[in-house]
């Protein structure tokens, strides 16, 4: 409720608010409370819908990463370690490590690119560890590609459910990958 200087908790549990603003709506929520009733409270929005009908999700994760440097990769993960863009601040992908783990459960659109140096063969894929990266497993093998001349740009995507805390990473399958920074990204969405 509202205090006249604030928003207040009614009682113990979680807060929601809808708001109908001048044809616009605007949905919140408060994280759980357990002090009571008039416990001041933060609202966060998490959804509005403009008077035009355009839907903003402002904390669905959407993230964008390049690599730091030019680099060819012969085995390993594939590390794109600075960021461009974290819609949300979500952390959820690793630039020590290259991996990124779900935030909560969905599907995920996973997006990759990469460059096949002269006279190579390149070929990457989608890892999934479903026990807090212990062990991963091979889901998507993504195209072979050779370059007799010059650098030849590869971009994959692939749609994946994953369940909150599953984790994937892009890793070596065969021949030499190079990634660069600004020329190959790593980017994930989440879709629904």
């Given at each position: 409720?509202?205090?006249?200087?604030g928003?207040?908790?009614?009682?113990?549990?979680?807060?929601?608010?809808?708001?109908?603003?001048?044809?616009?709506?605007?949905?919140?929520?408060?994280?759980?409370?357990?002090?009571?009733?008039?416990?001041?409270?933060?609202?966060?929005?998490?959804l509005?819908?403009?008077t035009?009908g355009?839907?903003t999700?402002?904390?669905?994760?959407?993230?964008?990463y390049?690599?730091?440097?030019?680099?060819?990769?012969?085995?390993?993960?594939?590390?794109?370690?600075t960021?461009?863009?974290?819609v949300?601040d979500?952390?959820?992908?690793?630039?020590?490590?290259?991996?990124?783990t779900?935030?909560?459960?969905?599907?995920?659109n996973?997006?990759?690119?990469?460059?096949?140096?002269?006279?190579?063969?390149?070929m990457?894929?989608l890892?999934k560890?479903?026990n807090?990266?212990?062990?991963?497993?091979?889901?998507?093998?993504f195209?072979?590609?050779n370059?007799?001349?010059?650098?030849?740009?590869?971009?994959f995507?692939?749609?994946?459910?994953?369940?909150?805390n599953?984790?994937?990473?892009?890793t070596?399958k065969?021949g030499?990958v190079?990634?660069?920074?600004t020329y190959?990204?790593?980017?994930?969405?989440?879709?629904?």
């Amino acid at each position: 409720y509202a205090t006249g200087s604030g928003n207040a908790y009614l009682a113990n549990g979680h807060a929601n608010l809808i708001y109908l603003n001048d044809g616009n709506i605007n949905c919140y929520t408060a994280p759980q409370n357990s002090s009571g009733a008039g416990a001041a409270l933060t609202l966060v929005e998490v959804l509005s819908v403009n008077t035009n009908g355009y839907v903003t999700k402002p904390k669905n994760l959407c993230l964008s990463y390049t690599a730091s440097s030019s680099q060819n990769l012969t085995s390993g993960t594939l590390i794109y370690a600075t960021e461009v863009f974290d819609v949300g601040d979500s952390n959820a992908y690793n630039t020590s490590t290259g991996v990124f783990t779900a935030p909560v459960t969905g599907v995920y659109n996973v997006y990759h690119e990469y460059y096949s140096p002269n006279n190579a063969n390149a070929m990457t894929q989608l890892a999934k560890s479903t026990n807090n990266g212990s062990s991963f497993t091979n889901v998507k093998f993504f195209g072979r590609q050779n370059s007799p001349d010059s650098y030849v740009s590869s971009g994959f995507q692939h749609l994946i459910q994953l369940d909150v805390n599953d984790q994937v990473k892009i890793t070596v399958k065969e021949g030499t990958v190079h990634i660069n920074s600004t020329y190959t990204h790593f980017q994930v969405q989440l879709v629904q």
